[in-house]
């Protein structure tokens, strides 16, 4: 079993901070963040692009441990399950490619399949759901395809204008969730 830092219930750096750079913010991110090698198998089959081979091929968007840590800062998300759902939705849903069915499926992986430390509750399979939808929508870049290294000492306000994620489409949803999940911190918090 995964021993977990407790700050990843608390980790969050919100949209508001746009001044913190992303080499700062994974900085602070490593010191509560697990490390690859703690992140089960099934998981890393549905997430990770190396194991990009059919059936699994159909889920776009899948990107390194890395990229995604990148993802969570830039979104302005925690490391929640609930965080953890909206990342990874926005970033498959960003493609532009991610079927219907590929994302229901993937849904029903994270669930019911997931070890239970991974594995989404009811309310985080929505939000997964709707971040796909959200970034379908959106006007952005596809997040799986850009080189994160060379954006380390940009704040993360200009890397969100430089990949045309909407600020004022995230704080639109995120006000919607936290609305829906009044009793869940992680959603909560979105607003501050």
Request: proline fraction near 5%; charge should be neutral.
């Amino acid at each position: 079993m995964t021993t977990y830092h407790p700050g990843l219930q608390t980790f969050h750096i919100p949209l508001r901070e746009g001044h913190v750079t992303l080499r700062e913010g994974m900085e602070m991110l490593m010191e509560v963040g697990n490390s690859q090698a703690e992140v089960p198998l099934i998981v890393r089959l549905m997430e990770n692009p190396a194991f990009d081979m059919p059936p699994l091929s159909m889920f776009r968007g899948r990107v390194s441990l890395e990229q995604h840590d990148c993802i969570h800062l830039i979104l302005g998300r925690g490391t929640t399950l609930m965080d953890e759902a909206f990342t990874i939705g926005f970033t498959m849903g960003s493609t532009k490619r991610m079927s219907t069915s590929a994302t229901d499926l993937f849904s029903k992986v994270a669930e019911r399949i997931y070890p239970k430390e991974y594995r989404f509750p009811s309310a985080a399979a929505r939000v997964f759901r709707d971040a796909v939808h959200l970034a379908t929508i959106s006007d952005c870049q596809h997040l799986d395809a850009v080189d994160f290294r060379s954006l380390m000492d940009v704040p993360l306000v200009e890397i969100r204008r430089r990949l045309r994620i909407e600020e004022e489409l995230l704080t639109g949803y995120y006000k919607v969730e936290a609305q829906r999940n009044p009793t869940i911190a992680a959603c909560r918090r979105l607003l501050c």
